[in-house]
């Protein structure tokens, strides 16, 4: 694409995206236009050729300016220069997780295809509707396939299906590590009071309360939980780049997952440590001061 008024860098790369779209194709895709105006009945084989472009386009090639009414072609000099008439929110076109693209729209009616994708949206179930396409479709031209119908929900899931089952591992290995942490947590502070119990003896002896021994055995634990929220908020930190290509739409550092996360683990652990500091409270002096 040679872009009017933008000198390319050298060896920069101007092969960009195109679409060939109906007129109503922004509006059935809920893409909205920023600037210009959408394409119409004047844009007609033989007439001028225009184009609409996305933000990223914009924002690349026509930085601080007006995009609309700037020019673009493809191909060489022989080529006719086509009119920027709109600019398009920035979209998805391949991939949810590629980087956004520079995207330019052709109308139809000056970009005759042999293939096209019919989108229909509708208020009601859309496979419902599929009869009813099927049935336009004959009437305008019965010779004319209709094949891979598919809801756009569909194909976004078949698109993301292994995405997904990466996520359900994640999640489960996530869930079985958050109980193996409370087991561990439980086992040290039940450990630990069994080790004391000679020590709460002589400190509820002298007049400590059972809440005083829930606060020791709770605020032992909570040593351990600062220590291993750092331990694992290093961890966390240091691997970012390998999940960051698992996400989409969050940042891999993001401090509310992480401060969620640190959370839940800490409300885990303190429960973890609940049931000890419970035991702990109702230990009989008499008998602590008996044990060995």
């Known amino acids: 694409v040679t872009l009017d008024g933008y000198q390319p860098q050298p060896n920069e790369d101007t092969e960009l995206n195109t679409n060939v779209v109906g007129a109503n194709y922004f509006e059935t895709m809920a893409i909205p236009l920023v600037a210009g105006r959408n394409f119409g009945a004047q844009d007609k084989a033989g007439g001028p050729g225009v184009v ?47 980087q956004t693209l520079p995207f330019i729209y052709i109308p139809l009616a000056q970009e005759a295809q042999e293939s096209m994708t019919l989108l229909v949206r509708t208020e009601t179930e859309p496979r419902g509707l599929v009869p009813a396409v099927r049935n336009e479709l004959r009437g305008l031209n019965k010779d004319v396939p209709v094949y891979a119908v598919e809801t756009m929900s569909g194909h976004i899931g078949a698109a993301l299906a292994a995405d997904q089952m990466i996520t359900a591992l994640l999640s489960v290995f996530g869930a079985m590590a958050l109980l193996l942490a409370a087991i561990g947590i439980y ?20 007049g400590a309360q059972g809440s005083d021994i829930a606060r020791l055995i709770v605020g032992q634990g909570l040593v351990l939980i600062l220590i291993g929220a750092g331990c694992g908020l290093a961890l966390a930190f240091a691997l970012t780049r390998v999940i960051g290509s698992l996400l989409f739409d969050v940042s891999a550092t993001d401090p509310f997952t992480f401060a969620a996360v640190t959370l839940l683990l800490a409300l885990v652990a303190l429960v973890a440590c609940y049931v000890p500091a419970r035991r702990a409270m109702k230990v009989d002096p008499m008998v602590a001061l008996r044990y060995e």
């Open 52 to 98: 609409i472009v996305n933000e990223e386009l914009a924002r690349r090639y026509f930085p601080q300016q007006n995009a609309v009414g700037r020019r673009l072609r493809f191909g060489g000099p022989a080529e006719p220069y086509l009119e920027i008439v709109g600019v398009a929110r920035d979209a998805k076109y391949r991939s949810l997780r590629e």
């Open 187 to 206: 086992g040290v502070m039940a450990y630990s009071v069994a080790q004391r119990t000679h020590e709460i003896g002589v400190r509820m002896a002298l």
